[in-house]
């Protein structure tokens, strides 16, 4: 079944309630730069249209409840139906009314041979060595250094044969799908190379790998573009020589413009990976800002450093309707009724599967003078947005917008949800870790509260 938008596919999810998938997929950096949407949010059960950049691409679906994304080959048009079947993601493409499978691996396009059986042996002689080459700051002359440095040229010199040839072949025949194949067997290479050379840490060799592959080609492409990430990585965020804010403020001149302005979108990340102050970080952000006009690339980092929201102590909130206020001043509209709150995320499976009792038990207080107030922790806007929705809770629902700083957060040790916390009637916190809204004991404490 093909959907009528060329330029798009459709996403099915026929599950019950389980914690939302993310839908994302790999963008250049000129696409990240126009401000393009790389991910997308699909809760249960519902259909979205997801955006394609190319004919053929890889996509990655991620249950919110883990880390690692699976993988996906996809063409525009494709409909695809997702399941969870026994605590287990499944998808496939909906072809004449049936189910094919399409998750996708290296497996796929790189053959077992006797040639890449050999590539994989020699792999091995570095890789069971890799514990001790990872230690290679401190101890740099480590007794396999010389048995890697004699090894190294002969893999070099393999991979580079046997992925040549792989390309070769494919570029022989034209067409989206093996264009796609012949990058990502690149990229496979480059993977591959790359792990070899941070367990050997030949410099020599490190050079020529960098001079080869950091090419203007590659940087444009979404997933080549990943050989300038590595190289960033070892010559600036690993090096323990010089610090982000000074190579930052040279200004990366030894690059192009484009490649100059990536180092300092990386270098800004880098900053909050390794904890500067929040000060510099935004120091850094102005700096980008008033050099490119833009944040386009930032936004998960600016969501991070909770860029332009002020510094409190209390909850900064804002409400369905986007209007912006924090929880001492809100929880004064509800002065002599009990407020019961739930603390929540759309991505928080126990947090949606409790929002049924919730509702039940708003049900049997009805009358009573009890709020039932929801504040999203942790959370993006628009899933918030679409979860408050699909679960009718947009009444009283806030999305905190100051959880990475608030001292409220860290005062009550608000570090995993659901959570639920009772204010009395002068809006005093009384109970900071109540019953969830399924147990029996929560109705009792509220008509108790309620009626003392």
């Known amino acids: 079944m093909k959907v009528q938008n060329p330029n798009r596919i459709l996403i099915i999810n026929s599950s019950d309630i389980i914690p939302p998938y993310i839908i994302s ?10 401000g393009e949407v790389y991910s997308d949010t699909i ?14 691409q890889l996509i990655n679906i991620t249950p919110t409840e883990e880390y690692d994304p ?17 605590s287990k993601m499944h998808v496939n493409r909906i072809e004449n009314s049936k189910l094919i499978p399409i998750k996708w691996d290296y497996t796929q396009i790189i053959p077992k041979s006797k040639k890449f059986l050999k590539l994989d042996s020699m792999e091995s002689f570095f890789l069971k060595e890799e514990m001790m080459g990872n230690l290679k700051s401190f101890l740099p002359n480590i007794k396999n250094k010389d048995k890697w440095d004699f090894k190294l040229p002969e893999y070099l010199k393999l991979i580079d044969e046997n992925y040549s040839a792989l390309v070769d072949s494919l570029n022989a025949n034209e067409n989206p799908l093996n264009n796609l194949y012949s990058q990502l067997i690149k990229e496979n290479q480059i993977q591959r190379i790359s792990k070899v050379l941070n367990i050997v840490n030949n410099k020599e060799e490190t050079e020529k790998f960098y001079t080869k592959y950091l090419t203007f080609e590659n940087f444009r ?11 960033y990585m070892n010559k600036f965020h690993f090096n323990k020589d010089i ?29 909050v990976v390794k904890k500067y102050r929040k000060e510099t970080i935004l120091d850094f952000l102005d700096k ?9 690339p930032l936004q998960d980092i600016l969501s991070e450093m909770e860029y332009e929201i002020q510094t409190s102590s209390d909850l900064a909130l804002i409400d369905y ?29 126990p947090c949606l599967r409790a929002m049924p009792y919730s509702k039940e038990l708003k049900e049997k207080l009805e009358g009573k003078e009890v709020v039932f107030v929801y504040l999203a922790l ?15 809770i947009v009444e009283n629902n806030f999305l905190i917008r100051n959880s990475k700083s608030s001292e409220f957060i860290s005062n009550y040790n608000l570090n995993a949800i659901p959570r639920y916390m009772i204010f009395d009637r002068n809006g005093m916190l009384i109970h900071e870790d109540a019953p969830g809204s399924e147990t029996k004991e929560v109705l009792e404490i509220l008509k108790e509260v309620i009626n003392p």
């Not at 942790?378 to 009718?392: G, I, L, P, V």
Request: overall charge negative; proline content about 1%; glycine content about 4%.
């Open 43 to 56: 809760f249960s059960p519902d259909t979205i249209f997801f955006k394609l950049n190319e004919s053929i």
């Open 378 to 392: 942790n959370d993006k806007e628009d899933m918030w947005r679409e979860s408050a929705k699909k679960n009718q």
């Open 25 to 34: 997929k790999e963008l250049t950096f000129d696409e990240l730069l126009k």
């Open 243 to 271: 610090t982000l804010t000074e190579e930052y403020e040279r200004g990366f001149t030894e690059y192009p413009k484009e490649i100059s302005r990536y180092f300092k979108f990386r270098s800004i990340s880098s900053m």
């Open 321 to 349: 309707k986007s209007n912006v206020s924090n929880w001492e001043e809100t929880k004064k509209q509800w002065k002599g009724k009990i407020i019961y709150v739930d603390f929540w995320a759309s991505w928080c499976a």
């Open 221 to 231: 492409n979404r997933y080549l573009l990943n050989i300038y990430g590595l190289y």
């Open 288 to 296: 980008y800002k008033e050099e490119y006009g833009d944040f386009s």
């Open 70 to 86: 699976h993988t996906f080959l996809v063409q525009t048009g494709d409909t695809l139906d997702v399941q969870y079947i026994n």
